[in-house]
């Protein structure tokens, strides 16, 4: 079954508006939270960590974790055509275990 | 940022055939990972690998699938044999701390597509 769900599959935004994007980790032991983005053609990168409950920011990009349901979204404030990406959840486990694990990905479009 | 290279980007091959899939890491990374990702979709844990050793390994890890890091040099994934459901883009991932505390960032190369023929 799988471990990480993302919402919604694809999102259009037009630019400089808001873009949330949702995750849920259906494993209490993968509660380390980070999100990736990948530009078409290349790698992951990573964009920010979050591991507390709470808000956490970095430049246009706000993160929020709620422990107790295990989900976690990302803002993205003002957003531009170069925020055009595949971005995806991704959990690590709270003890043991090294494998970082994707979520389903979601495909954000931001129109001119 | 630190950068990860893949070598090559594009690997065409017949079934059956061996293929080596080549990883530079960041130099003074320590961990290594492989994942698969088919059509630009979801990414795949396939293993890590920490000090010559393989640390953890997904299903999708079949016993075709072998990696190394002799002296040093090079992360390699070798398939031997390939089949068609190899197909796909694998990138390699370094770290320099494993992920026990969730601390650490995994930085990615480009990936090298694998079209099995």
């Known amino acids: 079954q799988q471990k990480v769900q993302q919402s919604p599959e694809s999102l259009s935004v037009p630019e400089g508006g808001m873009a949330s994007l949702n995750c849920t980790s259906s494993d209490r032991n993968f509660q380390y939270f980070w999100w990736y983005r990948q530009h078409s053609g290349e790698g992951p990168k990573a964009l920010m960590?979050?591991?507390?409950?709470g808000d956490k920011k970095e430049g246009r990009f706000t993160a929020h974790l709620n422990k107790a349901s295990l989900h976690v979204s990302l803002h993205i404030r003002d957003s531009q055509p170069s925020d055009s990406a595949l971005y995806f959840c991704?959990?690590?486990?709270?003890?043991?275990?090294?494998?970082?694990?994707f979520g389903t990905g979601t495909t954000v479009s931001v129109s001119p | 940022g630190p950068k990860v290279l893949q070598i090559p980007s594009h690997q065409i091959i017949d079934m059956g055939q061996m293929v080596t899939l080549n990883c530079d890491p960041v130099s003074n990374h320590l961990y290594f990972y492989w994942y698969k990702q088919i059509l630009g979709q979801q990414m795949e844990f396939l293993v890590n690998f920490y000090n010559g050793k393989v640390m953890e390994k997904s299903k999708l890890f079949k016993d075709q699938f072998s990696v190394e890091r002799p002296d040093g040099s090079y992360f390699t994934l070798k398939i031997q044999p390939t089949a068609l459901e190899d197909s796909a883009v694998y990138f390699c991932?370094?770290?320099?701390?494993?992920w026990g505390g969730g601390q650490n960032t995994l930085y990615f190369g480009a990936g090298t597509r694998l079209s099995v023929l």
């Open positions: 960590s979050i591991f507390s409950d």
């Open positions: 991704a959990v690590s486990p709270y003890q043991g275990g090294r494998a970082l694990i």
């Open positions: 991932a370094s770290s320099l701390r494993d």
